[in-house]
Nanobody
Framework: QVHVVESGGGLVEPGGSLRLSCAAS????????IGWFRQAPGKEREGVSC????????NYADSVKGRFTTSGDNAKNVFYLQMNNLKPEDAAVYYC???????????????????WGQGTQVTVSS
């Protein structure tokens, strides 16, 4: 069974930084994509970023380009979302998701992803 666990959320002031981690396990296929999504209260879930395991190619939502960076350690199946210069509008529950056997797409659609973590809360407030 595929298991996905994200962590690293917390409370930061505007302009601060956080690094989220995603540990994925329970699958043998080496080709997959890791997506990061977020959902604020009353809002639809939004794609934030995606990284393809083999190529390391990344996609980002326009709202986070230049501020967020996704990376990972394929050998350990641990992936990261480094968030810099956080803004109040970045506050949300952040989810890590895994797409088996598929690459990232520009749109970062949640329909692409097969398995999801439980979410970690990011709060941005002064």
């Amino acid at each position: 069974q595929v298991h996905v666990v994200e962590s690293g959320g917390g409370l930061v002031e505007p302009g601060g930084s956080l690094r989220l981690s995603c540990a994925a396990s329970g699958f043998s296929l080496n080709y997959f994509a890791i997506g990061w999504f977020r959902q604020a209260p009353g809002k639809e879930r939004e794609g934030v970023s995606c990284i393809t395991s083999t190529e390391g190619v990344t996609n980002y939502a326009d709202s986070v380009k230049g501020r967020f960076t996704t990376s990972g350690d394929n050998a350990k199946n641990v992936f990261y979302l480094q968030m810099n210069n956080l803004k109040p509008e970045d506050a949300a529950v952040y989810y890590c998701a895994v797409a088996i056997g598929r690459p990232c797409r520009v749109g970062i659609s949640e329909r692409t992803f097969d398995y999801w973590g439980q979410g970690t809360q990011v709060t941005v407030s002064s």
